[in-house]
């Protein structure tokens, strides 16, 4: 024990150094204890594992037998699928032979498509016109709807104004039954004078039958019957009578002689003069009266007035003022036979 105390005692460096690596490895001892120890458990915990994966192998290795098993199912059902796909392969191929006729059909109707795709577009560019004119119908439709507004103001105040009008017309047919019961009355008062107007009926057709005869007296305020006018006929010729039509009126044209000689100068003339105490008398001259010195006699060239030579011109009278008398015709005398312009 000696040299140990001494040992002790007498401590030197490589006392120090051997009780640190004494201390050392036995820190290193213990932690791999430690280590061994977390293996131990390690592997006890892999072999449960390995003995749980064990189990499902073995589950897994049932399970495939049975798969195999139905794999041999399946490839019996396999074999059948296999024989019907061939059948369903011919059926296939006669379908394709099928269907190369039907691309040739298919090609005859895309061409004929083709064709009908350019009609198309024709037939677009015309509903494209048409769709421009349609917007242009629209604008004028707009225009149309703003006067329509415009029309249902204006029909509204129409409305208003027939509203009044319809009162209106309600005071008007009263008085319109009023009016009635006085034509009615009228009626009466013309029954009464109904003989005097059938007499007037009688003249008027007379009248209208000698308008007719006698269209050149149409507009006459004189010669009015058939008689006047037949004696007249009877003196001029036929050519001169046919033309014959009223010219001068002294009651429409005045008694301007300026005016007589505007309108009857170079014409045939048929002169009828009604006086007030019913004196009916005229003249006829077929050169009539005319400004033209050239058929003025020679003699009387050179003054204001002049003659002019008519042997068919005469004068008349239809009636005098008791009508005593019968129309006479008066010619001029053969020496004086000349009218003065």
């Known amino acids: 024990m000696a040299p140990f105390i001494d040992f002790i005692r007498t401590p030197t460096l490589f006392h120090y150094s051997l009780i640190f690596f004494l201390l050392h490895t036995h820190f290193i001892i213990h932690e791999k204890f430690k280590e061994n120890q977390a293996l131990k458990s390690k592997i006890e915990n892999t072999n449960k594992e390995n003995q749980r994966y064990i189990s499902e192998i073995e589950n897994k290795n049932k399970e495939n037998q049975d798969l195999q098993s139905k794999i041999k199912e399946k490839t019996k059902e396999n074999q059948r699928y296999i024989s019907e796909i061939k059948e369903k392969d011919k059926e296939n191929q006669d379908l394709q032979s099928k269907i190369k006729e039907k691309t040739k059909e298919n090609q005859k109707c895309i061409s004929e498509i083709e064709e009908k795709t350019k009609e198309n577009q024709k037939c677009i560019s015309e509903i494209e016109n ?22 249902k103001k204006e029909n509204e105040n129409k409305d208003k104004e027939n509203q009044a009008l319809k009162s209106k017309i309600e005071n008007t047919n009263k008085e319109n039954q009023n009016l009635q019961l006085e034509i009615k009355e009228k009626e009466k008062e013309i029954e009464k004078m109904q003989p005097v107007f059938d007499k007037y009926k009688e003249e008027y057709l007379k009248y209208l039958e000698f308008k007719k005869n006698f269209p050149q007296f149409a507009d006459s305020k004189i010669i009015t019957n058939e ?27 005045g008694l301007d002689s300026k005016i007589w000689h505007s309108i009857c100068d170079n014409k045939t003339a048929l002169v009828i003069i009604k006086t007030k105490d019913n004196f009916i008398f005229g ?10 010195k050239s058929k003025w006699r020679k003699e009387d060239r050179n003054d204001g007035e002049g003659y002019i030579i008519d042997s068919n011109a005469f004068i008349f009278s239809l009636r005098n ?20 312009n």
């Open 130 to 151: 048409k769709n421009k004119e349609n917007q242009d119908l629209q604008s004028k439709i707009k225009e149309k709807d703003k006067n329509n507004q415009y029309l």
């Open 227 to 253: 008689e006047y006018a037949k004696k007249l006929q009877e003196w001029i010729n036929d050519n001169d009578f046919s033309k014959m039509k009223l010219g001068y009126s002294a009651k429409i044209d």
């Open 283 to 292: 003249g006829f001259t077929q050169v009539g009266w005319t400004k033209d």
């Open 321 to 340: 003022d008791k009508g005593d008398r019968k129309p006479e015709k008066f010619p001029i005398q053969t020496r004086r036979r000349k009218i003065c």
